[in-house]
């Protein structure tokens, strides 16, 4: 059965402290890896999508990368503002559906 | 300009009822989903239209009936509302099937 995890499924960090979120993935036929943003009350926002195993990307202080069982999220000195819940998704081509994780909650205190 | 929309924003009322919550998406994306998001946050797809086209229905209850008149608009009617229906529930659209898809604001709907 086709499966996401996130973990942890809540961290919290020092301002400038930089860490990683993990999504880890079973799924048969991967066909693209997202990860969103969500802020509380606000619908999820897009951040980036992987499609290939060593496929990295980056946006501000924040970079994905993806492997064939996983893929992270590195926050590198985070701001007070990065705090939000971050959520992942692959696309299964046997499904033809997104699957999300539960999420990861982020909070930076200043 | 709203990429997705989705009206409205809060919809309380009482069991029994009979609602329904629009959305529609000025981006020119072929496909778009209902999602509901329950109190864990978790996120899982209800109904997922290509061109006006249903082509993912899950296992939701008959009460929960998506409606496309075009490919930019995707309603959700619900029937004989239950208290275990209040969640927020999320419209979203991609270019097309598994590619980015992006998310209204959310309705949060309330059972009493």
């Known amino acids: 059965e086709d499966q996401v995890t996130q973990s942890p499924e809540a961290l919290r960090l020092q301002e400038g402290e930089s860490s990683s979120l993990n999504c880890s993935y079973t799924v048969s036929g991967l066909r693209g890896l997202f990860w969103y943003r969500q802020d509380p009350g606000k619908g999820p926002e897009f951040l980036f999508t992987?499609?290939?195993a060593g496929e990295e990307k980056e946006k501000e202080r924040l970079k994905a990368t993806l492997t064939k069982k996983e893929s992270f999220l590195h926050i590198t000195a985070p701001k007070p503002e990065d705090s939000a819940t971050y959520l992942c998704a692959f696309g299964s081509s046997n499904t033809g559906k997104l699957i999300f994780g539960q999420g990861t909650t982020l909070q930076v205190k200043p | 300009d709203t990429a997705v929309s989705q009206t409205p924003k809060y919809l309380v009322t009482q069991m029994g009822n009979d609602k329904s919550i629009k959305c529609e998406q000025n981006l020119g994306h072929d496909t778009m989903y209902w999602y509901k998001q329950d109190s864990k946050k978790f996120l899982k797809i209800m109904f997922s239209y290509n061109n006006k086209e249903l082509i993912i229905n899950e296992t939701v209850p008959n009460r929960f009936s998506p409606k496309s008149p075009d490919k930019a608009h995707l309603n959700l009617h619900i029937n004989s509302l239950e208290l275990g229906d209040s969640a927020v529930y999320f419209c979203?659209?991609?270019?097309?099937?598994?590619?980015?898809?992006?998310f209204g604001q959310g309705t949060r709907l309330t059972v009493v």
């Open positions: 979203a659209s991609s270019p097309r099937g598994l590619t980015e898809a992006f």
């Open positions: 992987l499609y290939s």
